[in-house]
Nanobody, 121 residues
């Protein structure tokens, strides 16, 4: 059974940093691309970032480019999202998602339950 468990969310002041983690199990993590998406209160889902299976290719939404860094440790079956210079508009539930095929994640077929990030003074 595929499981994705996010952690690392919390309350942080504007300008602060957080690192989210996503522990994966139930599939061969190193084969699949992975993504982070978020949902702000009262809004729809927003794609945030993606990484290919090997970790060498990444992509970011314009809203987070230059502030967030996606990475993965295939030996630990874990996906990360380092978030710096956080803004109140980054407040959201953050989800990790598995790509449906090997390589680049051109879609998402499994999701975690999310971790809440609140950016507020």
């Amino acid at each position: 059974e595929v499981q994705l468990v996010e952690s690392g969310g919390g309350l942080v002041q504007p300008g602060g940093s957080l690192r989210l983690s996503c522990a994966a199990s139930g599939f061969t993590f190193s084969i699949y691309g992975m993504s982070w998406v978020r949902q702000a209160p009262g809004k729809g889902l927003e794609w945030v970032s993606a990484v290919n299976n090997g970790g060498g290719s990444t992509s970011y939404a314009d809203s987070v480019k230059g502030r967030f860094t996606i990475s993965r440790d295939n030996a630990k079956n874990t996906l990360y999202l380092q978030m710096n210079s956080l803004k109140p508009e980054d407040t959201a539930v953050y989800y990790c998602a598995k790509g449906p095929s090997s390589g680049w994640p051109d879609g998402m077929d499994y999701w975690g339950k999310g971790t809440l990030v609140i950016v507020s003074s």
